[in-house]
C-alpha cells in the first residue's frame, strides 16, 4: 500500500487554509468523486436517505451505470434492507445490494466497489464503531475514492465520531418536512438537519437540507418553516457568496 | 465348490478354510470413493455395482500419451493401490464391460475387431436368461447375430429388461441402442491439467501450479472463442482424496489472473497432506465469448475493474448470495413485492408501480410491533412506543388499505391499514394495523412498524 506521500501532505495542507477563507459548502457545487460520512441515528432513515440525496446531487445527468449499497449484518439488522419501490425513480432498477456479514466484510466490498469503474457512486451503512474501521481503513478508501474517480457515502448508525479521513463528515437527524400542497395533515418531502461538522474543503457549517427529486436545497438553521413557500431571505443563495 | 455354497457345506469339504466377512456397504462406499479418483483417466466415471467401475475416456487419451498408455497408467496405480484390476477399453460401455470381464488382458477394441469369439456371459444377461441361451446351445455372441438372430427376437420379444434380453444388450454391446449409463453425446468441455514431477505440498508452488493452469485454460478458450461461466479446480492428492473447488463467474471470461485470483482465495482452507501429484481445471459451462479482452489486472490498477469482474470478487469472498439486485413482483403485498435476484440477470416485465403510491426507502426484514395509544379503535394513535422512545405522531396520511392475497395465504390472515407518519422531531415511518377491529380473525388488532421513510 503506498499511503506514505499522501499522509503527510494531508497532514500539511490543513492548516494552511483558515476557515474563513473556504468557501462555504452549498448544493449542487460538488464536481469531484468525494469521501463523505453520514452520522445520523440508526432508528430513522434519514442516514440512508441523505446520503442518497447527497449522490444525486453530485450525479451528472443522464448517468446510466448501476450503484452499490452495502450493509453489515448489524446494520440491516437495525435499519433494514433497501426497498425498491420507495427508491428514488432514476435510482431504482441501477442498485446492487451486498449483505455483508461484518465490518471487515463489508469493508472489503466498499473497497472493491470503489475500484470499479462501472459504478455511479458507492453507499455504505455500517453500525457503530467496529474496531476495523479505523483511520487505515478511512484512508484506505478515502485513496480508493481519489484514485478511481467512483463517490463514497459511508453511513455511520448509532456511531461515534471517531479519527477518520473522510473529506466531508456530516451529523445528521430528520427534520420537521414542509406541508405537502395538497394535503396538509400528511408528511411532505424529507427535510434534515444537518451539521457539517468537518470538512477540508469548507468551514464548519449547520443547515436544514430539503430534497426537492433531483437536487438538494440548503436553508439555515432554526427556521419557522413556512406553511405558504415564501421566497426565504438566505434562500438557496449563499451567505458569503465568494 | 463354486460361489454361492454355504459356508458349512464349504467347510464340512475344507476344515482349514480361511473366513473373512462381507462388507457390501463398506465395498460400495469404496468403489464410489475409488470413481471420484479414476476420474483422473477422464471426466466422467459410473459405477458398475458391485466391482466394476466405467470411465468415459472420450477426447481424454491423448493426454496420457494415447490409449495404451492410458491403460498402463491406469494398471500401474490400481495395483498401486493393492487391487487386482482387469481393464478394457472400448467404444462403449457394453463392449468395455465384455473385454474387461472375458476379453485378454488391457483389451483395447479397435474398429476393426470383432468381439464375436466372446462368451455369451460378456452380454451382462442375467443367469436365467443366460441359462436359456445354454440349453438353446448359443455359446458364443457370434451366433446371436445370424439365422438365431429373428427367432430370439420372436422369444425375447416381451422382456423389456436389458438383463433378461439378449438382443438389446447386443444392441448396447456393438452402440446401436443407447445406453442411458453413457453421456447422451460426447460433452468435449476443454480441460487442461498438470502432472507433477514431485508431489507439490506448499501453496506457492501451487498457486505457480494454477498459474500455469488458468493461463493454458484461456489458450484453449480463446482457440474456441468462448469463455467460462462455471470452472472447477480438482486436484488429486498422492492419498486418494481429490478435493475439488467450483467457481461461477458473473459473465463469460477468459482472463487467466482473474481466474487464478479468485481460486486462489478458494484454496486457503486446502490441506496438503502428503502432496498434490495431479492438478486439472475444467470448464463444465462455458458462453461464447467472441472479443478479446485486456488484462484484468493491469487495466484494474489503470482504469478500475468491470462491473462483472466486480461481481465475481465479491462473491467469492461474501458468498454469491451475499451480491444481489431487488427485482419487481407483481404483487401489492409490501414485503412480496421485490425478490432478489442475481445482480447480473436481466429484468423481466413487469407492471411498474404506481406513481402515488409513497412507500418507504427501507423495509426491515420483519416488521416490529410497536405499543401504541389510541383515541379509537379504527382511528390512528397519538403516540407509540417503538424500540423503547416514545414517538408523537404529529401528521399522518392514510390509511392505504392493503388486502392479503387471498389466493396463497389462509383465510384467518388479515387485512392492513398503513398509515405514512411523521413524528413531533420529524422522522418519518411507515406503520401499520393488522386488522380491524370486530372482522373475526383474531382479538384486538395490533400495530407494526414496517418501514423507515427517507
Known amino acids: 500500500m503506498t499511503v506514505l506521500t499522501p499522509l503527510s501532505a494531508f497532514a500539511r495542507t490543513k492548516p494552511l487554509h483558515s476557515p474563513a477563507s473556504l468557501p462555504r459548502w452549498q448544493p449542487g457545487r460538488t464536481t469531484h468523486a468525494l469521501h463523505g460520512e453520514v452520522f445520523a441515528p440508526a432508528g430513522e432513515g434519514s442516514g440512508a436517505a441523505m446520503a442518497l440525496a447527497m449522490a444525486i446531487d453530485a450525479a451528472q445527468a443522464g448517468e446510466e451505470r448501476a450503484w452499490l449499497w452495502v450493509q453489515d449484518e448489524r446494520s440491516l439488522k437495525l435499519g433494514g434492507r433497501p426497498y425498491r419501490p420507495g427508491l428514488p425513480g432514476p435510482l431504482r432498477d441501477r442498485l446492487i445490494h451486498v449483505a455483508a456479514k461484518s465490518a471487515e466484510d463489508a469493508l472489503f466490498a466498499l473497497e472493491e466497489g470503489l475500484r470499479c469503474r462501472d459504478l455511479a457512486f458507492v453507499i455504505g451503512e455500517i453500525a457503530a464503531n467496529p474496531r476495523s474501521l479505523n483511520f487505515t481503513a478511512a484512508r484506505r478508501l478515502s485513496l480508493a475514492v481519489e484514485r478511481h474517480g467512483v463517490p463514497l457515502w459511508l453511513v455511520r448508525l448509532d456511531a461515534q465520531s471517531d479519527l477518520s479521513s473522510a473529506r466531508q463528515r456530516w451529523q445528521v437527524r430528520a427534520a420537521p418536512s414542509r406541508p405537502p400542497h395538497w394535503n396538509a395533515a400528511a408528511p411532505g418531502a424529507p427535510a434534515w438537519q444537518a451539521d457539517l461538522f468537518r470538512a477540508r474543503a469548507h468551514p464548519p457549517g449547520k443547515w436544514i437540507l430539503r430534497d426537492e427529486g433531483t437536487r438538494l436545497r440548503a436553508e439555515p438553521p432554526h427556521q419557522p418553516s413556512h406553511s405558504v413557500d415564501l421566497v426565504s431571505s438566505a434562500g438557496d443563495r449563499p451567505l458569503a457568496a465568494g | 465348490m463354486h460361489a454361492g455354497v454355504l459356508l458349512a457345506d464349504a467347510r464340512a469339504l475344507c476344515p482349514e478354510l480361511a473366513v ?70 472400448a467404444p462403449t460401455a457394453g463392449a468395455a464391460w465384455a473385454l474387461a470381464h472375458y476379453g485378454p488382458e488391457r483389451a483395447i477394441l479397435h474398429p476393426q475387431d470383432s468381439l464375436d469369439n466372446l462368451p455369451v456371459a460378456a452380454l451382462r444377461l442375467d443367469p436365467a436368461t443366460l441359462l436359456v441361451l445354454r440349453r438353446l446351445g448359443l455359446k458364443r455372441i457370434g451366433e446371436l447375430s445370424g439365422v438365431a438372430r429373428d427367432a430370439l427376437a420372436r422369444r425375447f420379444r416381451n422382456t423389456r429388461a436389458p438383463a433378461a434380453n439378449p438382443l438389446i444388450r447386443l444392441d448396447q454391446l456393438l452402440g446401436r441402442v443407447p445406453e442411458p449409463l453413457l453421456p447422451v453425446m460426447a460433452a468435449e468441455f476443454p480441460l487442461v491439467q ?98 478479446s479482452q485486456g488484462d484484468f489486472e493491469r487495466a484494474a490498477e489503470a482504469h478500475g475493474t468491470s462491473l462483472a469482474a466486480c461481481i465475481d ?54 416488521p416490529e410491533p410497536i405499543a401504541v395509544l389510541y383515541a379509537s379503535p379504527d382511528g390512528l394513535p397519538r403516540r407509540f412506543r417503538w424500540r423503547g422512545a416514545v414517538h408523537e405522531i404529529a401528521r ?36 401499520y394495523r393488522n386488522g380491524i377491529d370486530g372482522d373475526g380473525r383474531g382479538g384486538m388488532p395490533e400495530w407494526f412498524m414496517q418501514g423507515l421513510c427517507a
Do not use: N
Open chain 2, 396 to 431: 399522518a396520511e392514510g390509511p392505504e388499505r392493503i388486502a392479503p392475497e387471498w389466493w396463497r395465504e389462509r383465510g384467518t390472515v388479515r387485512l392492513r391499514d398503513y398509515y405514512r407518519i411523521e413524528d413531533g422531531e420529524g422522522r418519518r415511518y411507515w406503520i
Open chain 2, 194 to 291: 498438470r502432472r507433477l514431477m514431485e508431489p507439490i505440498r506448499h501453496r506457492s508452488l501451487l498457486d505457480r501450479v494454477l498459474a500455469d493452469l488458468c493461463e493454458d485454460m484461456a489458450r484453449l478458450l480463446e482457440g474456441r472463442a468462448e469463455g467460462a461461466r462455471r470452472l472447477e479446480l480438482a486436484l488429486w492428492k498422492v492419498d486418494g482424496e481429490v478435493p475439488v473447488r467450483k467457481l461461477e463467474l458473473a459473465a463469460a471470461s477468459r482472463d487467466a489472473a482473474h481466474i487464478a485470483r479468485l481460486f486462489s482465495g478458494k484454496l486457503d482452507d486446502l490441506d496438503a497432506g502428503f502432496g498434490i501429484e495431479l492438478a486439472r481445471l475444467s470448464a463444465p459451462w462455458t458462453e461464447p465469448l467472441a472479443l
Open chain 2, 313 to 366: 470478487r465479491l462473491g467469492a469472498r461474501l458468498g454469491a448470495g451475499a451480491v444481489r439486485r431487488p427485482a419487481p413482483v407483481a404483487s401489492h403485498v409490501p414485503e412480496r413485492a421485490q425478490r432478489w435476484v442475481p445482480p447480473l440477470e436481466p429484468e423481466g416485465a413487469v407492471q411498474s408501480e404506481l406513481v402515488f403510491h409513497a412507500r418507504p426507502l427501507k423495509l426491515l426484514d420483519r
Open chain 2, 20 to 89: 473373512a466377512l462381507g462388507d457390501p456397504g463398506g465395498d460400495l462406499a469404496f468403489l464410489e470413493r475409488l470413481a471420484l479418483w479414476a476420474r483422473r483417466w477422464g471426466p466422467w466415471a459410473a459405477l458398475d455395482p458391485p466391482d466394476g467401475l466405467i470411465v468415459d475416456t472420450t477426447g481424454v487419451a491423448h493426454l496420457f500419451g494415447g490409449e495404451a498408455a492410458l491403460l498402463d497408467d491406469a494398471a500401474t496405480r490400481l495395483a498401486a493401490c493393492g487391487l487386482t484390476v482387469r481393464l478394457g477399453l
